[in-house]
């Protein structure tokens, strides 16, 4: 049964849930959140996209496949292991710009492992929960 009122809420708080989801992964860095929580709250956006419109629609708003999601996510977090090594430090040791960039602060390979971990756990929980929601279709 289609919710006129929840597919109505829905497309206006999947983008608010993913400028959450992206402030609580900045925010991480410094405070309690980061790539873990962040990715959470963005495959539950999609969650509820789900919940209103079907798993064939989300699918289709969502553009990506949650694998790419799950590879870019590791190869964020291999990257930014190998970049410390290029430096000439220890596998996965933090390297950090010297600049501050105005929003964000210092910049190093800990943010960078941070966005591989968002993408990843948005790709597994959506792979998941389009597994399921398929499977309960058939």
């Known amino acids: 049964m289609k919710s006129v009122i929840l597919s109505t809420v829905v497309r206006l708080l999947l983008p608010l849930i993913l400028l959450f989801s992206i402030f609580i992964l900045l925010r991480g860095h410094n405070e309690p959140g980061g790539g873990f929580i962040g990715g959470l709250a963005a495959a539950s956006?999609?969650?509820l996209y789900l919940f209103a419109f079907g798993s064939a629609e989300a699918k289709r708003?969502?553009?990506?496949?949650?694998?790419?999601?799950?590879?870019?996510?590791l190869t964020l977090a291999l990257g930014s292991g190998l970049f410390s090594v290029a430096a000439g430090k220890s596998f996965m040791q933090g390297v950090w710009l010297d600049a501050m960039v105005p929003v964000l602060g210092k910049i190093g390979t800990p943010v960078v492992?941070?966005?591989?971990?968002?993408?990843v756990v948005i790709g597994i929980v959506l792979k998941i929960v389009?597994?399921?929601?398929?499977?309960?279709g058939r």
């Open 45 to 47: 956006g999609w969650v």
């Open 61 to 73: 708003a969502l553009r990506l496949e949650p694998l790419h999601f799950i590879i870019l996510g």
């Open 130 to 136: 389009f597994a399921l929601a398929e499977e309960e």
């Open 113 to 119: 492992f941070d966005v591989g971990v968002y993408f």
